[in-house]
């Protein structure tokens, strides 16, 4: 039986390779069109955001990390749901979709923050 904990991991390893692939794809859509200011933003938050999640996910221990990757995804989710519904749709996610988004992001970089002050490494065995 897989526990909740590895089901998390999992999922944000998932999470880690679709934001990989969507800014790979953006990137390169963005390179063809003409005002591709949207694509453009989506591949630059999506490649930063995909290995810092992953990162967080094969390194990351810890209540405070799991957190920082919660709120990394899902601010990233919402930033770029939002910017490619303004792309391809021409309205966004929901008023305010962008800046929550991008304020869940710092949240999250903000728990790495915190992460790091009350870290405590593990005792050593002898």
Not at 16 to 33: C, E, N
Not at 73 to 96: K, N, Q, S
Not at 99 to 122: D, E, F, S, Y
């Amino acid at each position: 039986m897989t526990d909740r904990g590895e089901i998390g991991r999992r999922a944000m390893l998932a999470v880690a390779g679709l934001l990989g692939a969507i800014g790979v794809m953006s990137a390169a859509a963005a390179s063809h069109g003409g005002d591709a200011r949207n694509l453009g933003a989506i591949a630059v938050i999506a490649l930063a955001h995909g290995p810092a999640l992953l990162a967080l996910t094969l390194a990351g221990r810890g209540r405070m990390l799991g957190i920082a990757a919660v709120l990394l995804a899902v601010g990233t989710g919402v930033f770029i749901g939002d910017l490619g519904m303004r792309e391809w749709l021409g309205r966004g996610l929901f008023p305010g979709a962008a800046p929550l988004g991008g304020v869940t992001m710092i949240g999250g970089w903000l728990a790495i923050v915190g992460a790091a002050l009350v870290w405590r490494p593990a005792p050593r065995e002898t």
